[in-house]
């Protein structure tokens, strides 16, 4: 009896839907606010990531729930296009496909509960959060803060300048911070970004004071300087003279919510549910914030089904077979600067041989005009030879510019010299 009377008491799944949209605000709301203080309480700044991690999370699970029908409708067609089947592997679908559901419906109920017991413990940080300073930056909507900030490192950022800040050292001398984690996750970039901001800036120096500054540095180092090392390697943290600050990749959930506000921009995705869907299905075939920005700017610019279904045809063909030939993503081989084969999106004949990848920080007269996507896409095909594309310019501090090195190959050429680029080590992708 209580099992059937739990059944029936439970809210209908659009009552949660409804219930978790309305939190979400509220905890929308507490985010907004603590991004725009300077918090130096550690665990203030610990809670606040607990709660904007739940956010992403609620934010996903939501956004899954709305795309379910989207996502069985696609079942079907895969069922039907796969030929004749056999009435018990169609039952066995439904089955699973009931069972997502009801999975579905309890994250659902499990992300409301959740928020809504970690907005109610974070009410007296609420209180306290009007006691931090403001800073001082001009307002942006969501999809612009995001394109001009680093998205989700908060946390760290605030660590790092409460660091760089502290007028108490540990040594007596000088401190350093070590900051470890694996490539390209933001190492370099979250420095480079904190450096630019007005909190820990030191004016302009023109070159007499800056000998006599690397001067003084060479002789000896004074009480109260501050070091920053990065590295991929852990071994580093034995260096440091605080705690030593782990960057990790964004979780699915997060990097669901940067993707999602970036593609859609001032557009509400309410009134779009297909491309929604679509958008997901594409965000889980990325590999890093770069690619997401890059593919958000294709997809805003097409901003219609068709383009997107194309889009997402193309990734998954592209990922099925490269992960059938070497069982990894394509940018963890370019990730290594070794020659990679890409495919172009409608163009069956040929293929773009990717010849490396450099990372600088150049002037614009520097940066190359045609675009990366421009010729994966098959709107671009320079003629003869080698050239240089713009992969992706990233617009936060130190502003790096990534630019490939390409070149045009016709299928048939490939054919006929099939065995020398294996012996070389050029995979193909």
């Known amino acids: 009896m209580s099992s059937i009377i739990n059944k029936y008491s439970k809210p209908p799944a659009e009552a949660v839907e409804a219930g978790l949209e309305r939190i979400l605000l509220g905890g929308q709301v507490i985010i907004d606010e603590a991004m725009g203080r300077h918090i130096t309480n ?233 491309l929604v869907y679509l958008a997901m299905e594409i965000a889980k075939l990325m590999y890093n914030l770069a690619e997401a920005s890059i593919t958000a700017c294709v997809l805003r610019a097409n901003f219609n089904i068709d383009f997107w279904c194309k889009v997402l045809a193309f990734r998954r063909g592209c990922m099925q077979k490269q992960l059938c030939k070497f069982g990894v993503h394509p940018c963890e081989l370019l990730s290594g600067n070794k020659p990679v084969y890409l495919q172009r999106m409608g163009r069956t004949t040929e293929d773009v041989l990717v010849l490396g990848t450099n990372q600088t920080c150049c002037s614009e007269e520097e940066v190359p005009k045609i675009m990366a996507v421009d010729v994966l896409c098959g709107i671009a095909r320079p003629q003869g030879g080698t050239f240089k594309v713009l992969l992706w310019k990233s617009r936060i501090p130190p502003y790096h510019t990534y630019i490939q090195t390409y070149e045009i190959r016709e299928l048939q050429a490939r054919a006929v010299k099939r065995k020398r680029p294996l012996m070389n080590g050029i995979r193909h992708v």
């Not at 796969?82 to 439904?94: D, E, M, N, P, T």
């Not at 992300?111 to 007296?124: F, N, Q, T, V």
């Not at 108490?168 to 450096?195: A, M, R, Y």
């Open 42 to 274: 550690h665990g203030m700044l610990q809670q606040l990531s607990m709660l904007r991690y739940a956010m992403y999370q609620g934010y996903y699970v939501l956004d899954t729930f709305r795309c379910q029908a989207y996502q069985e409708e696609e079942n079907i067609q895969a069922v039907s296009q796969s030929g004749v089947v056999s009435k018990f592997r169609y039952a066995q679908w439904l089955c699973l496909s009931s069972g997502n559901s009801k999975k579905t419906s309890e994250a659902l109920e499990e992300a409301l509960d959740g928020l809504r017991s970690m907005i109610l413990d974070a009410s007296e940080m609420v209180r306290f959060l009007t006691t931090y300073p403001r800073l001082h930056r001009q307002p942006y909507s969501m999809h612009l803060l995001l394109d001009k900030c680093m998205f989700a490192r908060q946390r760290e950022t605030e660590v790092v300048m409460n660091f760089l800040l502290c007028t108490q050292s540990c040594t007596g001398s000088f401190d350093v911070l070590p900051i470890v984690g694996p490539e390209n996750v933001g190492k370099s970039t979250l420095v480079g970004h904190i450096c630019e901001d007005e909190r820990v800036h030191v004016g302009d120096l023109d070159e007499d004071l800056w000998e006599n500054l690397c001067s003084l540095c060479r002789q000896s180092t004074t009480g109260g300087s501050k070091i920053i090392i990065t590295s991929r390697s852990d071994k580093i943290t034995k260096l440091g003279t605080t705690q030593t600050l782990v960057l990790k990749h964004l979780s699915d959930e997060a990097f669901w919510y940067f993707f999602k506000v970036i593609t859609f921009g001032s557009t509400d995705p309410k009134m779009h549910p297909r």
